[in-house]
């Protein structure tokens, strides 16, 4: 079998519906759009969710709540996560940055308690749940937010 002798299977290719080439061809004159009407046109069409006049859903709909700007997003590492560093080491942005832990150094890290660790480390993040906090002060680390 050569390049050059590959072709697809029957019925992968379908051939273009040819519209507006008169009318032997099946699809001349109005090429399939019908008589008149806002589809019929050049560049007309309906909008995504108009409904011909009837009050749309998306208005019909009760909203609820509001979208905090201010709201501030953060990274989340658990205790169980940071079994991967050595005992004693510092551990900071870049550290987990290396580890995999955060996609870009430039994302704020809080630190929660699920999970467990039996050794100390130095922490820097920005944020840090109580229960993190007493778990690694337990095993004599240190949390300091920056």
């Known amino acids: 079998m050569k390049l050059n002798e590959l072709s697809p299977p029957r019925g992968a290719r379908k051939t273009v519906k040819r519209l507006g080439r008169g009318p032997g061809s099946g699809q001349g004159k109005t090429a399939g759009r019908g008589t008149k009407g806002q589809k019929a046109r050049s560049g007309g069409n309906i909008r995504p969710g108009y409904e011909g006049g009837q009050m749309p859903l998306q208005r ?4 609820r709540g ?8 953060f990274t989340i ?4 996560d940071l079994e991967r560093f050595e005992k004693g080491s510092v551990v900071d942005k870049a550290a ?15 630190l929660l308690g699920q999970g467990t ?20 002060e337990a095993v004599g680390g240190r949390v300091e937010l920056t």
């Open 60 to 63: 019909r709909l009760p909203k």
């Open 66 to 73: 509001f979208t905090n700007i201010f709201r501030k997003e």
């Open 77 to 80: 590492v658990n205790i169980r």
């Open 96 to 110: 987990l940055t290396a580890a995999g832990l955060l996609k870009r150094n430039s994302d704020d890290v809080k």
């Open 117 to 136: 660790i039996d050794y100390p480390l130095m922490l820097k993040v920005d944020r840090c749940s109580r229960p993190a906090r007493v778990k690694l």
